[in-house]
């Protein structure tokens, strides 16, 4: 069973840049499907980016463009650079892990069973 643990996040203000990992143990990255969710202050977790065991990416339409996911195979964790920060990227972020047989939507939090426990990122306008 694979445990995940995040790092990287803090306060910066907004145009900045943070890059958070996701470091992995239990089981390798490049056999999982990875993905990045945040929960806003008062709202539902919602899906920000991932990586399959293939390199494919996906971004949440609001990231498109800022956001940049991507894994380091050799030190076992998955990045996820953002850059451009806005106010409304102020979420805790988790990181999180589902098998690559899984079939349901990467976007759908209830399909990852293995979560970290989440990294507090706060853009100040």
């Known amino acids: 069973q694979v445990q995940l643990v995040e790092s990287g996040g803090g306060v910066v203000q907004a145009g900045g840049s943070l890059r958070l990992s996701c470091a992995a143990s239990?089981?390798?990255?490049?056999?999982?499907?990875m993905g990045w969710f945040r929960q806003p202050p008062g709202k539902e977790r919602e899906f920000v980016s991932a990586?399959?065991?293939?390199?494919?990416?996906f971004y949440t339409d609001s990231v498109t463009g800022r956001f940049t996911i991507s894994r380091d195979d050799a030190k076992n964790t998955v990045y996820l650079q953002m850059n451009t920060l806005k106010p409304e990227d102020t979420a805790v972020y988790y990181c999180?892990?589902?098998?690559?047989?899984?079939?349901?939507?990467?976007?759908?939090?209830?399909?990852?069973?293995?979560w970290g426990q989440g990294t507090q990122v706060t853009v100040s306008s």
């Open positions: 239990g089981g390798t990255v490049s056999s999982y499907f």
């Open positions: 999180a892990a589902r098998s690559r047989y899984t079939r349901g939507s990467h976007m759908n939090a209830n399909e990852y069973p293995y």
């Open positions: 990586i399959s065991w293939s390199g494919a990416t």
